[in-house]
Structures are given as C-alpha cells and as structure tokens.
C-alpha cells in the first residue's frame, strides 16, 4: 500500500484533531478514491491528503513531526487497584492529578510495594488514555 497514509498519523503531523478530521472526510472526500479502510485504520490517499491539506490550507510541503512536550514515559504512584473492571488502576501523577490506566490485569499491583514505599508503575499517553508502559506486569503482589 504505497502511498498511502494513517489518519492518525496524519492529524499528528499537521495538528488537526481527529474529530475535526473525521468530519470532512465525511463531508467531502469520496471512499475509494480519497480514503480506505486497511483493517480498522483509516488511511488517505495522495489525492485524499491533498484535498484535507487544500481544505484546511495548509502548505503543501510535508509537515514536520511533532515535537514531543512531555518524555514518552511518566513514573506514577499506583491510588487503587482493586476496581471491578481488572483491566484499570488509579494512578497519581507528579503534578497530583489522578488518571485511569489501562493494564492487562490489576491483580499484582498494590497502593505499597513489599517493601512499604510507594509503588511507582511507569505509564504513557495513548491518544486519550493512559496506557501503562512497563515491559512487564508484576510477577506478584506488590513485587516487581
């Protein structure tokens, strides 16, 4: 599939929001010509991304990659773990927000570690969830 470029990775190299962009799709570009289903992403052909790049004026030369604010990992101490939904725990941040984060089982991870400190998971931004970033879950509770 030469060519041809992600949704995704199309709003985050020009800025646009995915909604914004979901909805001129659906306004103004035909399917088989401007944009396709690959799986379950939605990818934009040359003519496709030329007609969002003309529609949102943007200059035609390629855009650069967005620069990272944030380093790609975050250390967060984990808040609760016990939810019913075994796939989330709470997480407090550095700067004191709280957030959900996504992990395959919570069945491990616990507010102390064996020790008696803080257990400190590493977590990630992904899209509009925080995913967590660790190579591997705990082998036990509370143990890494």
């Known amino acids: 599939m030469e060519g041809l470029i992600k949704e995704k990775t199309f709003s985050e190299q020009t800025g646009i929001s995915r909604t914004l962009l979901i909805e001129e799709r659906k306004k103004s570009l035909s399917f ?77 991870f616990r507010i102390r570690t064996a020790n008696g400190e803080p257990m400190m998971v590493p977590i990630k931004k992904d899209g509009n969830v925080w995913t967590f970033a660790g190579k591997r879950m705990p082998r036990f509770p509370g143990k890494w």
């Open 32 to 108: 088989p010509d401007d944009w396709r289903k690959d799986g379950r992403e939605i990818v934009y052909t040359q003519s496709g991304v030329q007609h969002m790049r003309n529609l949102f004026k943007l200059n035609n030369a390629p855009a650069e990659e967005p620069k990272q604010v944030e380093s790609e990992h975050e250390e967060a101490a984990v808040v609760r773990h016990n939810y019913p939904n075994y796939k989330v725990i709470l997480c407090r941040r550095s700067n004191g927000e709280n957030v959900s984060v996504r992990v395959s089982h919570n069945r491990n």
